[in-house]
């Protein structure tokens, strides 16, 4: 690798002291680079030679999955990923947001719907369950 060739979240590497294919969770932080998967590994980025570099796009949607890694407490590359992300996508990032809340509030009003219509009928509880779980909200019967 070059000195210039630096390492991007989503490029595949081959990491030549182990022989392992890696693909990388971040972008190369000065000499180190850290690949996807746990434990948190760190290794010299002066060994481990490009197999794929990763598009603009397959970069952002790596960066994206990273930063929101359940993990945060103790994974250095989420923190890394959302500051690139705060950085570089701001723009991209607010319309994702947007887009998400509206999405969530369309499951609220849809939710307080089905609760409010129905508590007997159970295909309004399976419904109404199913919404509140992917706003990680758990309903009590």
Known sequence: MSES?????G???DHLPTGERWQLAIDQIGPHVFPCG???????????????????DE???MLLA?????????DIRSEHARGVLAVEYTEDLSAEVNAWR???IAAIHELVGFVCASN????NKARAKELASGLGIELKE
């Open 5 to 9: 060739t630096l390492f991007r979240a």
């Open 11 to 13: 490029d595949v590497v």
């Open 38 to 56: 746990m434990p948190v590994v760190r290794a010299q980025a002066i060994d481990c030679e490009a197999v794929t570099r990763a598009s603009d």
């Open 59 to 61: 970069r952002k949607i």
């Open 66 to 74: 990273i930063s929101r890694s359940d993990r945060r407490d103790i």
């Open 102 to 104: 509206d999405a969530a």
């Open 120 to 123: 007997s009928k159970k295909e």
